[in-house]
């Protein structure tokens, strides 16, 4: 079955970086887009970022563009983000998702496939 795998979360104060990771197993990751979506206490999941399969288009929700990067390895079956000048409305549990295509989408409800989550927790 697919898994998902995330890793590198953790606690920064405000204006660090976190480098988030993400190892899929269990589908032909290449073709799928992938995304990061994030979830913070009593609020609903939201779209972060996501990158299509061959990794050279990527798009970003309005309150991480110019600080978080996403990109992907189809080699080692790992999407990455990139995380800097991070702010303390950065902290949720961030899950990294297959899409259902191969190119992506910002609705929270084209992804499938959720990974245990990672908490990010940054500080002021």
């Known amino acids: 079955q697919v898994q998902l795998v995330e890793s590198g979360g953790g606690l920064v104060q405000a204006g660090g970086s976190l480098r988030l990771s993400c190892t899929a197993s269990?589908?032909?990751?290449?073709?799928?887009?992938m995304g990061w979506l994030r979830q913070a206490p009593g609020q609903e999941r939201e779209f972060v970022a996501h990158v299509a399969w061959h990794g050279g288009t990527a798009v970003y929700a309005d309150f991480v563009k110019g600080r978080f990067t996403i990109s992907r390895d189809n080699a080692k079956n790992t999407v990455y983000l990139q995380m800097n000048s991070l702010k303390p409305e950065d902290t949720a549990v961030y899950y990294c998702?297959?899409?259902?295509?191969?190119?992506?989408?910002?609705?929270?409800?084209?992804?499938?496939?959720w990974g245990q989550g990672t908490q990010v927790t940054v500080s002021s």
């Open positions: 269990g589908l032909t990751f290449m073709n799928y887009a």
């Open positions: 998702s297959v899409h259902k295509s191969a190119w992506g989408t910002t609705d929270a409800g084209d992804y499938h496939y």
